[in-house]
């Protein structure tokens, strides 16, 4: 019910004002999405993405629901860098998202 996804978004808040945890921001952000803040969602799965910026996962989260918010969707090139690596690369509002190619 709507009452127990919101009172598991008061308890995530609770752990992330007493620590950073990647599991609790994960956990927030997909109860966000049931309920509909979408921007709430994304930015927790911003903060995880902060916190560890090799998470995969919080990156299709993030745009996934970018790509849902944007009424220009989104715009996605696939880029070599300069250590050979290939990557999806996604610019939203200003931020750069690399996805290794290997793990899209």
Do not use: W
Not at 8 to 25: K, T, V
Not at 94 to 100: F, L, R, T
């Amino acid at each position: 019910s709507l009452n127990n996804i919101q009172g598991a978004i008061d308890d995530y808040s609770i752990i992330l004002e007493h620590m950073q945890s990647i599991e609790a921001y994960g956990a927030r952000g997909n109860a966000k999405i049931q309920i509909e803040d979408f921007n709430g969602a994304a930015e927790d799965f911003k903060a995880i993405m902060e916190l560890d910026p090799s998470d995969v996962n919080a990156k299709r989260a993030y745009i996934s629901i970018k790509a849902n918010l944007s009424k220009d969707g989104l715009k996605c090139m696939k880029c070599t860098l300069q250590t050979g690596e290939e990557v999806e690369r996604y610019i939203i509002d200003g931020d750069v998202i690399d996805i290794p190619a290997d793990q899209y």
